[in-house]
């Protein structure tokens, strides 16, 4: 017996976790093999030795009450639980509420920004005509013009170099 599947079904066997074909297998294997047979003296012993040294412990209460107080500690839980959820709900619900009226909001504002035109903002500021262009060369001259639908003015210089 050198495999580990063998000493599973040895301890198995021990066990009653076999179904009867298998059971008769290992029982089989138990008659023929010495290093088996050992094996399964060695686990029934120590099997035995747990079992009858095993320390029992006495609850200070009954049975029923020592369960009955796991069992209300639960439903405790399960009340902070809910009432957390009832919280969490309600701000929940504000959060659904301002979260498109925000970005409603900020659909508003962008949508102002792009049918902005400065022809709207020129009635508020009066734009003349008249540009001052300082030039260091004494024989320049310019011409401007401003297009109002476009909104722009072009300003020409012209030096008058050959």
């Known amino acids: 017996m050198t495999n580990h599947e063998t000493e599973l079904e040895v301890q198995a066997c021990l066990d009653r976790e076999l179904s009867g074909g298998a059971m008769r297998t290992v029982e089989d294997l138990l008659?023929?093999?010495v290093e088996a047979r050992?094996?399964?003296e060695e686990l029934r012993t120590t099997k035995s030795l747990v079992a009858e040294n095993e320390l029992e412990q006495k609850l200070p209460e009954s049975r029923e009450f020592f369960w009955s107080g796991i069992e209300r500690?639960?439903?405790a839980d399960e009340g902070l639980r809910r009432t957390a959820e009832v919280s969490e709900g309600r701000a929940t619900s504000w959060l659904r509420f301002l979260a498109?009226?925000?970005a409603l909001g900020a659909l508003a504002i962008f949508v102002g920004m792009a049918l902005w035109t400065p022809e709207k903002f020129s009635t508020a500021v009066a734009w003349?005509?008249?540009h001052e262009i300082e030039t260091p060369l004494e024989e320049t001259s310019s011409f401007s013009f401003r297009s109002e639908a476009a909104a722009m003015t072009v300003v020409w210089v012209d030096s008058h170099r050959e």
Request: net charge neutral; hydrophobic share 35%; proline share 7%.
């Open 38 to 40: 050992a094996l399964f």
């Open 73 to 75: 500690r639960i439903k």
């Open 31 to 33: 008659s023929r093999d």
């Open 128 to 130: 003349d005509d008249s």
């Open 100 to 102: 498109p009226a925000g």
